[in-house]
C-alpha cells in the first residue's frame, strides 16, 4: 500500500519483492502495527516522508531462509558516529532514518530493513498481537521510563500505547489514572479493566494529584491540562512525534519544579528491554486486525478515535 503525496488514500500496487542490500535481511511481512505515526505522515503532518512510500514501522516478519521472526520497528538507521549515537542516544542521531517515513515500511507483503536494528520477536505472542509491541509498547516504555518513579501515573489518550503502558505500570505497583476524550466511556471501561484505578474525560478533575502524566493524544491543550493535574516535582512527558500547538499558560503551572519534556524515537537498547518485559508482565495486546488491502479503513478509524487498543493489518495467511 503506497503513499504519493500527503492527504492521498493509500493506493495498492504490485511490485517485485525489495532486494536487500548488503548489511540488510528481508522478510515476508506476517502483520503490521498501524501507529499514528503513519497517520501523522499520511495526514501530512510530518514534514519530509520519502515519497513514494510504503507506511509502516510496527512490522512482524519471517525471515524466509531461516525461518525466525523479526520485528522491525521505526529506528531503522543510525550513522553510528555522531555525539549523540556515541553518547547512547541514538534515537536523537541527526541522521537517522525511519522505517515507513525515510525507509519502505511494512504495508506490504515483504520489506528489507538493516539487520542491526532489527529485534527478535517474543516467543508466545501471536504476530499480530506481537506488532503493537514494536512501537506503542516501545514507545511507551521509553515514556514510562521518563516518568521516573511517579507513583500516581496520568495517561491522557488512551489508545494503542496506553493500553501497553497502563498494563506495564500496574506491574511495577504504580497507579493509574487515564483521561479520554469526553464521552468516551467505551474507553474508560476499557482503561478500567486494565487495571486504572480511575477513568474520566479530559478536564474532569482526577481523585488525586498525579506524580506523572503521559501524553498521547497529539492535542497542544493536554500539556497545560496535564500540568494543573500534576503534583510539585512532576513530570509531563509527551509521547508523539507530532501535537497541535501548545497554547501559553501562567507560569505558575511550571513552577514547583515540575518539567515538560518529550519522548523522541527509541534506541536498541528500549527496544532489547522492553521486548524482554513485555512477556514477563504479560502484557497482552488487544487488537482490531484488518487486510492489507484495507490500510486506509483502519487509518480511518484511528483518526477518528474509533480503535480499541491497537489496529494490525495482518497480512501473510
Ligand atoms: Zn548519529
Ligand atoms: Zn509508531
Not at 94 to 114: I, K, M, N
Not at 132 to 145: E, K, Q
Amino acid at each position: 500500500m503506497v503513499l504519493d503525496a500527503p492527504g492521498r488514500p493509500l493506493r495498492l500496487e504490485e511490485r517485485p519483492p525489495p532486494e536487500p542490500g548488503s548489511g540488510q535481511l528481508r522478510v515476508r511481512v506476517l502483520a503490521c502495527g498501524v501507529c499514528r505515526t503513519d497517520l501523522h505522515v499520511v495526514d501530512g503532518e510530518l514534514p519530509r516522508p520519502k515519497l513514494p512510500l510504503v507506511p509502516g514501522h510496527q512490522i512482524v516478519g519471517v525471515e524466509e531462509s531461516s525461518g525466525r521472526r523479526v520485528g522491525i520497528p521505526w529506528l531503522g538507521w543510525t550513522d553510528g558516529s555522531c555525539r549523540y549515537c556515541t553518547s547512547g542516544r541514538e534515537n536523537l542521531c541527526d541522521e537517522a532514518r525511519f522505517t515507513g517515513y525515510d525507509l519502505d515500511g511494512g504495508y506490504a507483503d515483504y520489506a528489507v530493513a538493516d539487520e542491526r536494528f532489527c529485534f527478535p520477536v517474543p516467543e508466545g505472542y501471536p504476530d499480530e498481537q506481537a506488532a503493537p509491541l514494536l512501537c506503542a509498547g516501545l514507545i511507551g516504555h521509553r515514556s514510562l521510563r521518563a516518568a521516573r518513579d511517579a507513583e500516581r501515573l496520568g495517561l491522557y489518550g488512551f489508545g494503542a500505547s496506553a493500553h501497553i503502558v497502563a498494563q506495564v505500570a500496574r506491574h511495577e505497583g504504580r497507579r493509574v489514572f487515564a483521561f479520554t476524550r469526553t464521552g468516551d466511556e467505551e474507553a474508560q471501561a476499557f482503561a478500567r479493566s486494565l487495571g486504572a484505578e480511575w477513568a474520566g474525560a479530559v478536564g474532569d478533575p482526577a481523585p488525586e494529584e498525579l506524580d506523572a502524566a503521559i501524553i498521547f493524544a497529539p492535542v497542544g491543550e493536554l500539556v497545560p491540562a496535564a500540568l494543573r493535574a500534576t503534583a510539585k516535582g512532576g513530570v509531563v512527558v509527551c509521547a508523539g512525534i507530532h501535537m497541535s500547538d501548545i497554547p501559553s499558560f501562567p507560569y505558575d503551572l511550571l513552577w514547583g519544579e515540575r518539567v515538560v519534556r518529550s519522548v523522541a524515537n527509541l534506541t536498541r537498547r528500549d527496544g532489547e528491554e522492553f521486548l524482554a518485559l513485555a512477556p514477563r508482565v504479560p502484557v497482552r495486546t488487544e487488537i482490531e486486525t484488518y487486510p492489507l488491502e484495507q490500510a486506509n479503513e483502519a487509518l480511518d478509524r484511528l483518526r477518528s478515535g474509533r480503535v480499541r487498543g491497537a489496529a494490525v493489518l495482518v497480512v501473510a495467511g
